[in-house]
């Protein structure tokens, strides 16, 4: 299924975690944003929902180690927790 037009919020949580981390992880997190904006569940995206202590929020992949965390408002918009490495958001 795919989502054209997500309307996305961004946390104040995720804006300073975003500005703390590496320029290549930032610019490669918009890559990605782009791509989660046309399809929502690109192969690439790896989107999961969480369990625990981020339960009820979904998780892409940015990189191999860096995950950015939403929640889903309604069908078409969705707002953006935080980013970080799985050891820093799963630990």
Same mark, same amino acid.
């Given at each position: 299924?795919? +989502?054209?037009?997500?309307?996305?919020?961004?946390?104040?949580?995720?804006?300073?975690?975003?500005?703390?981390?590496?320029?290549?992880?930032? +610019?490669?997190?918009?890559?990605?944003?782009?791509?989660?904006?046309?399809?929502? +569940?690109?192969?690439?995206?790896?989107?999961?929902?969480?369990?625990?202590?981020?339960?009820?929020?979904?998780?892409?992949?940015?990189?191999?180690?860096?995950?950015?965390?939403?929640?889903?408002?309604?069908?078409?918009?969705?707002?953006?927790?935080?980013?970080?490495?799985?050891?820093?958001?799963?630990?």
């Amino acid at each position: 299924m795919q +989502n054209i037009l997500i309307k996305s919020k961004f946390s104040r949580k995720f804006k300073k975690s975003y500005s703390k981390a590496p320029v290549k992880i930032q +610019n490669t997190f918009k890559k990605r944003f782009e791509l989660f904006k046309k399809d929502q +569940n690109h192969p690439l995206l790896r989107n999961h929902a969480l369990i625990g202590e981020h339960d009820g929020c979904r998780s892409i992949n940015v990189t191999g180690d860096w995950r950015a965390v939403y929640i889903q408002i309604d069908s078409n918009s969705v707002k953006f927790i935080t980013i970080g490495t799985h050891s820093q958001l799963y630990e």
